[in-house]
């Protein structure tokens, strides 16, 4: 059976830097014995270790790509690898996370360590100033990332409340 690790990144103390870590959180209902969840806060070259024996790897955290507020970025890995590296995921003054996730997943296919599938969802960010609440425009994107994530690839239907 195909293993799928879902991993959501950025600061839970940081606003809208923290919108992976939300998602994930509400994409633990579809969490299974081949679907793992994990917060990954910010993790850099940790990555490399959660890449390991997985089959697919989606990613979802804040970026800065100059978008509208909540625009929603879908990247696949190794084909938009140099476009992640030019976004705020790079190692340069404007990433948010020690080593960036496009040095990360550079680094990782230099070693030939990607998992078959990496697919990444960026979520345009307003602020990343200390904080708890995210911006409005991020926090109405995470319910459309959570559904895209679950339906194109997961292929499962999105729970809903029949009460």
């Not at 625009?71 to 084909?79: A, E, G, H, V």
Request: with cysteine.
């Amino acid at each position: 059976m195909p293993t799928i690790k879902i991993i959501g990144l950025g600061n839970a103390f940081c606003a809208d830097d923290a919108v992976g870590i939300v998602v994930a959180r509400q994409l633990l209902p579809y969490e299974s014995p081949s679907v793992s969840i994990i917060e990954g806060g910010l993790a850099g070259l940790t990555l490399l270790h959660e890449m390991e024996g997985t089959d697919k790897l989606i990613l979802i955290d804040a970026v800065s790509s100059q978008s509208e507020i909540g625009t929603l970025l879908r990247f696949t890995i190794p084909q938009d690898l140099d476009t992640i590296g030019q976004l705020a995921w790079s190692t340069s003054g404007s990433s948010t996370h020690d080593w960036g996730l496009g040095a990360a997943l550079t680094l990782a296919e230099t070693l030939s360590e990607l998992p078959p599938s990496v697919v990444i969802y960026g979520i345009e960010i307003a602020t990343v100033q200390q904080g708890f609440a995210l911006s409005p425009k991020v926090a109405k994107a995470i319910q459309t990332v959570v559904t895209r994530i679950v339906t194109e690839e997961l292929g499962e239907p999105t729970c809903t409340n029949s009460n």
